[in-house]
């Protein structure tokens, strides 16, 4: 037997501790059974008193961007498209959500921008007979993104865009780790690396191994997205179940005939000369099967000589109290002969205010209208008229119209800003006494078309007046203009009156013509606005802005002689 120096025996001894008789080491806490978090996730779609919880989660998701969608935005979703608002809960508090519409995809293209597709955050652009589904945001609370949740929220799209069959899905993807390698190469490599897994991306290779491909790359898709240089992926899910369904009847036209009036300014006898006068062309309009036919300016000016009234702001209020019986009628006209109807515009007088307002008419029976924004200043000096303060891009069955009453032609901001909700043709119903105030109608009208890549229509009335002072006489020449491209007319005018002689004027107009120009064209002046420089917004009309106008026209009326009340536009 070994012994040690000392003489005791060593270590297998009697004198030798075991270790089991060692005092016991304390199990970390986060080992034990009982500190395992205990998940209990339920995939569910997202309901309005969620927002709160999804503002949360964007909000930290996106602190170096904009933050979360508004409460009006989330609340606009939900309207819309509740079943395609989907999140995932764990325990009863929200994690993880994913927001979608659906769109018919060929109406915006693969070099459409975040905005256009959905509409500025109005969600307006959801199409439930649409062919895709767009993904409009998926967000996963960072403390979460271990579990790998937006996998599952992927996986939900798949599921909802199969049992709607849906064509596909479609998204804009950020490439948030471009930014560290824009220096050494191109988007277009950059993603290239990233599919051959050279390069991680933390949104863009999560996407490719979701089974998306990438279409494109969309220059400006987030103007305000410094991490992606304000580059984008154009990502696609292809639905193989899809089964594509073939509407027979109620398809949005492409191709669109409109008629337009160049309206003789006559002595009528009553109202009911004048209403026969407006069957007449409506009548005729729809006999060439159009699917709109527009009215002028004050086409119902010749009421105001029934008026007895010698000043002309009382003329032109006892006038107001014949639009709503013209109102009526051409709403049954419209329905009765099958065409939507851009009624000019007449006066209204409503509160104690006059303004000026053209009414749509649509042939399902429904009504809208829209108010004229800028009166000029004899407008207010010789009649007392106000200015509205909204602006509408209106649906029809032909696609979205904007309406902008003469002087308000001259203010490229509108145009533009219909434009920005989907505008594809903009009618402009005038009013002009003399060729120069018509040319600058016209020649802004031209521009508009150029400068929002649609088709503008324009209208006025011929003849005079003479029992009617400020409206004596007047001067038109009704046109109809396209964007200036080799698709269009050389001269971009798509058809044209004779100057000063009554007539209708039938133009067909392809809206696809309009797509191609948008992903196509030599110029594309919509895509190639700079974002990240200027943008055209609304705000909240100041109400001194009505007695502004009004005290400029005090000033004018010591002038004397017979001053056109709406010859500057």
């Not at 006494?433 to 324009?458: F, G, M, P, W």
Request: hydrophobic fraction near 40%.
């Amino acid at each position: 037997m070994a012994t040690s120096s000392n003489g005791k025996t060593g270590t297998g001894g009697s004198h030798a501790k075991k270790i089991t008789d060692k005092p016991a080491l304390p199990i970390p806490e986060l080992l034990t059974p009982t500190a395992i978090p205990a998940h209990k996730l339920v995939l569910r779609t997202l309901r309005r008193s969620d927002f709160k919880a999804v503002k949360g989660i964007m909000d930290k998701v996106y602190s170096n961007m904009e933050g979360s969608w508004s409460s009006d935005e989330y609340a606009a979703l939900i309207r819309k498209f509740p079943e395609g608002q989907i999140g995932i809960e764990d325990n009863g508090t929200l994690v993880a959500a994913a927001l979608a519409i659906i769109v018919q995809y060929s109406d915006f293209g693969d070099r459409h921008t975040y905005a256009k597709i959905t509409g500025n955050g109005k969600f307006d652009t959801h199409n439930p007979d649409g062919d895709t589904l767009y993904g409009v945001d998926v967000f996963v609370d960072p403390e979460y993104r271990s579990l790998r949740l937006g996998r599952r929220l992927y996986d939900a799209r798949k599921e909802l865009c199969e049992n709607l069959n849906l064509r596909a899905m479609v998204a804009g993807g950020r490439i948030p780790g471009y930014a560290a390698y824009a220096d050494q190469m191109t988007p277009a490599k950059y993603v290239e690396m990233v599919r051959n897994k050279e390069i991680t991306d933390p949104i863009l290779t999560f996407q490719l191994s979701n089974e998306f491909h990438v279409r494109k790359i969309i220059r400006g898709y987030l103007p305000y997205d410094s991490e992606s240089k304000a580059f984008a992926t154009l990502l696609e899910w292809l639905n193989v179940y899809y089964e594509e369904e073939e509407k027979l009847i109620g398809n949005q036209k492409s191709n669109v005939r409109i008629g337009i009036v160049q309206w003789q300014m006559r002595a009528t006898r009553s109202l009911e000369d004048l209403l026969q006068q407006i069957e007449f062309f409506v009548d005729t309009v729809s006999g060439y099967k159009s699917d709109c036919v527009m009215f002028p300016e004050f086409f119902n000016a010749p009421l105001m000589a029934l008026t007895n009234e010698d000043s002309p702001s009382v003329a032109i209020r006892a006038m107001a109290a014949f639009t709503e019986p013209i109102k009526a009628k051409m709403m049954e006209l419209a329905v009765s002969y099958n065409i939507n109807i851009v009624a000019g515009s007449m006066p209204v007088y409503e509160d104690g205010k006059l303004y000026n307002v053209a009414f749509l008419c649509r042939r399902d029976g429904t009504m809208d209208e829209q108010y004229k924004l800028h009166v000029t200043p004899d407008e207010a000096s010789y009649w007392g008229m106000r200015g509205g303060d909204k602006l509408k891009c209106f649906d029809t069955d032909f696609g979205k119209i904007g309406i902008l009453v003469c002087y308000d032609v001259e203010f490229p901001e509108l145009a533009r800003m219909l434009s920005d909700e989907g505008m594809k043709i903009l009618f402009v119903p005038f009013w002009t006494d003399t060729k120069n105030a018509y040319q600058r109608v016209r020649l802004c009208s031209q521009a508009r078309a150029i400068e929002n890549e649609c088709y503008v229509a324009i209208t006025g009335s011929v003849g005079n007046l003479p029992r009617v002072e400020n409206m004596d006489i007047q001067y038109s020449q009704s046109a109809v203009f396209s964007p200036s491209d080799f698709a269009f007319p050389h001269d971009a005018i798509v058809a044209e009156a004779t100057p000063n002689t009554e007539m209708t004027l039938i133009a067909d107009l392809d809206l696809d013509l309009l797509k191609d120009l948008n992903s196509s064209g030599a110029v594309r002046n919509l895509r190639d606005r700079r974002k990240d420089l200027y943008s055209v917004s609304w705000v909240v009309k100041k109400a001194e802005r009505d007695d502004e106008l009004l005290s400029q026209g005090e000033e004018r009326m010591p002038r004397t002689g017979k001053r056109k009340a709406i010859a500057a536009g």
